[in-house]
Nanobody, 116 residues
């Protein structure tokens, strides 16, 4: 069974930075996509960033230039560095993992609040 554990959320002032981490455990054979989604109150969950096992990355337009996703495949960990945070970045951030054959897993989420 695959488990994902996120960390790094919290309260950040506008313009600040934070780094989210997500550590995966269990069988990682065939694991391909590791990424981050977020869901703000009253809104649908949306993609923030994703990285493939070959380190191809994709970002939402709303975070391009402010976010960097990276992976440590030896540690089965994915990171999301976000800079110049805005109040509209406030959301629960979820780690997401997808295997080549379609199986996917979600973390429980970590709350990021951007407020002064």
């Amino acid at each position: 069974q695959v488990q994902l554990v996120e960390s790094g959320g919290g309260l950040v002032q506008p313009g600040g930075s934070l780094r989210l981490s997500c550590a995966a455990s269990g069988s990682m054979f065939g694991m391909n996509f590791m990424g981050w989604y977020r869901q703000a109150t009253g809104k649908q969950r949306e993609l923030v960033a994703v990285a493939t096992s070959g380190n191809t990355t994709t970002y939402a337009d709303s975070v391009k230039g402010r976010a960097t996703i990276s992976r440590d495949n030896a540690k089965n960990t994915v990171y999301l560095q976000m800079n110049t945070l805005k109040p509209e970045d406030t959301a629960v951030y979820y780690c997401h993992l997808k295997f080549d054959w379609g199986a996917e897993y979600w973390g429980k989420g970590t709350l990021v609040t951007v407020s002064s």
